[in-house]
């Protein structure tokens, strides 16, 4: 690698050099962590596809080990060995589905083992069946270069396996399911668990349960009917790279999956996992807290050049805790709670009434490496500015036209991160709150503003948004943004919504880079307390 490299994370996972992208096969066996990763081997551009793998007991630090599955034949993966998931069986043994690209260039499912099961690192796999368990034919009709990325397995009451695997049918977006009973010989459902019109190919879909009134989660490989349970459907989205999901309910009888409310069938316009870049990700039921946690792939927005010139592309979000909100309409998703051994150095502040038009900076924090979370109130919302209802369904744009230095009334306030001295870079997540009349209740956007995060212009440098389901007026604003050198990642009210966004500062960097809090509305705002930390880097050794 080149010497000069200000972009590399500290404590977000990456692998020493070379393409990264989909999360794979994440699971915890006999008290490790896995996490599998799409890989190119041989440079920075995708391609040549194998299944990199790393191990952890803290999802903090990792170790690499060796690449688990190559595409080595021709009638399971030649061509690349595509995403996939882990299931860990009622036995307790884990085992793999991925999606191979064989030597006709067609997508099939495969099968893979580990070769010993008393190693907790499970550092080697086999592929022992000479043939896919899923494979398109005449008879099934699917399209094999739209067949991929089978689901983690779940159980039904009846001893079945369910998997669902990505496809599409012209326009329309599915989720064709399969079933088994020994998990090796699949039979296809007609009815797929579900589909979409006009939504283009549904890669990496997922279909899990969450608990009701709970942040616990629910084992997937168990059996049991549990009553007390929404099920929640994501698909990443080929199309426009995002991360859709519902909230619904599930029979197993028929196999079916209802949203809860609002058309699936208009494309997935609703809820989004994150609302900046986070792709094709994956989520696993972790037995040992009782949660799930999702990973989640940050693609760079450099220019393939540039990403070629600094030898990596990819880096993986903070693993995230998923539960559903007790309004049961939406999830939580928050890092897990183990980044919070990486923090140091606490520098806090409370109480400070943040005039209009200001600007204050948080010393003593290395500001290019840090965790800050702040918690607005004192808020007069009777001040708030009315929205003007076409913007309602498009806060992405609302970011865009009214970013950080368009002043309103409450708000834009919130953080400037990777700032560099003269403010002549810095990246901001702020929010601003309107009102509807329609409904007489008010809005709170979120944004996340890259437009003056680089003097390098060949960088993609859009904002993101989304509104934020929270009430102002019951509740206090939280916003927690972990920095990571060229990784800016927010959550708002306790994970209720969350913006990945990237930076490549080019003076902001290192220890030339600051940190501040700000109120560009025409009303005052109070930090009822910020607390920022000095992240340590995370411990992440091995060979590849
Ligand atoms: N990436 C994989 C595919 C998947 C896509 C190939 C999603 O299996 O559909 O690297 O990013």
Same mark, same amino acid.
């Given at each position: ?5 200000? *972009? ?20 915890? *066996?006999?008290? =490790? ?21 790393? %191990? ?40 793999? #589905?991925? %999606? ?12 893979? !083992?580990?070769?010993? #099961? ?8 086999? $592929? ?105 459907? $994501? ?8 991360? *859709? ?8 009888? %028929? ?10 069938? &208009? /494309?997935?316009?609703?809820?989004? *996992?994150?609302?900046?870049? !986070? ?71 409370? &109480? ?34 009315? =929205? ?14 009214? /970013? ?103 003076? @902001? ?22 607390? @920022? ?9 091995? $060979?590849?």
């Amino acid at each position: 690698l080149p010497k000069n490299q200000p *972009y590399r994370t500290a404590f977000h996972f990456q692998p020493p050099r070379n393409w990264i992208n989909d999360p794979n096969g994440p699971m915890v *066996y006999k008290g =490790i962590y896995h996490l599998f990763y799409q890989y190119n081997p041989k440079g920075a551009v995708w391609g040549n596809i194998v299944w990199a793998h790393a %191990t952890s007991s803290d999802l903090v630090n990792w170790e690499h080990r060796p690449v688990a599955i190559s595409p080595i034949e021709p009638n399971l993966d030649v061509s690349g060995a595509w995403s996939g998931s882990a299931t860990i069986l009622q036995d307790g043994k884990p085992v793999i #589905l991925y %999606t191979g690209v064989n030597s006709q260039n067609q997508q099939v499912q495969n099968i893979a !083992f580990p070769k010993n #099961l008393s190693d907790p690192y499970l550092i080697e796999w086999t $592929k022992p069946l000479q043939k896919p368990i899923m494979a398109p034919t005449i008879q099934n009709q699917i399209n094999s270069s739209s067949f991929r990325d089978p689901s983690t397995g779940w159980l039904g009451p009846d001893n079945v396996w369910r998997v669902v695997v990505g496809s599409k049918i012209r326009r329309r977006g599915v989720a064709i399911l399969y079933k088994s009973r020994d998990f090796v010989h699949w039979s296809k459902v007609k009815k797929p668990l579900h589909s979409a019109q006009g939504n283009g190919m549904w890669e990496c879909p997922a279909f899990y349960p969450v608990s009701i009134g709970s942040r616990d989660s629910v084992d997937t490989s168990k059996s049991s009917h549990d009553l007390n349970v929404k099920y929640v459907l $994501k698909v990443s989205l080929d199309d426009i790279k995002h991360d *859709y999901y519902t909230v619904g309910s599930y029979s197993y009888h %028929t196999d079916t999956y209802t949203p809860n409310n609002g058309s699936i069938e &208009n /494309g997935f316009s609703g809820l989004r *996992y994150d609302y900046g870049k !986070f792709y094709a990700s994956k989520s696993f039921y972790d037995g040992e807290k009782n949660r799930r946690v999702l990973w989640g792939w940050v693609n760079e927005s450099s220019s393939v050049n540039d990403d070629v010139k600094k030898g990596w592309s990819g880096v993986m979000a903070l693993p995230r805790r998923v539960w559903l909100d007790k309004s049961g309409k939406q999830l939580h998703i928050c890092p897990v709670q183990e980044i919070k051994k990486l923090r140091r150095d606490p520098v806090t502040l409370t &109480n400070h009434v943040l005039q209009p038009t200001s600007l204050i900076q948080i010393n003593n924090v290395t500001a290019a490496q840090a965790d800050v979370e702040i918690t607005f109130d004192g808020l007069d919302l009777s001040k708030a500015e009315i =929205i003007d209802p076409s913007w309602i369904s498009k806060p992405q744009m609302l970011c865009q036209e009214k /970013g950080t230095s368009v002043r309103g009334s409450l708000g834009p306030f919130g953080l400037k991160v990777l700032a560099s001295k003269g403010l002549e870079e810095y990246t901001s997540v702020f929010f601003r709150i309107f009102k509807n009349v329609q409904t007489n209740q008010n809005m709170v956007l979120m944004c996340s503003d890259q437009s003056r995060s680089s003097l390098d212009n060949d960088v993609d440098k859009s904002n993101y948004g989304t509104f934020v389901d929270v009430d102002p007026i019951q509740e206090k604003l939280l916003l927690r943004t972990l920095i990571d050198h060229s990784i800016v990642e927010s959550f708002a009210a306790e994970g209720k919504a969350s913006i990945i966004a990237r930076a490549y500062p080019q003076l @902001a960097i290192h220890r030339a880079a600051y940190l501040y809090a700000f109120n560009y509305g025409s009303q005052s705002v109070r930090i009822s307390k910020l607390s @920022a930390w000095s992240m340590k880097r995370a411990q992440i050794t091995g $060979k590849l």
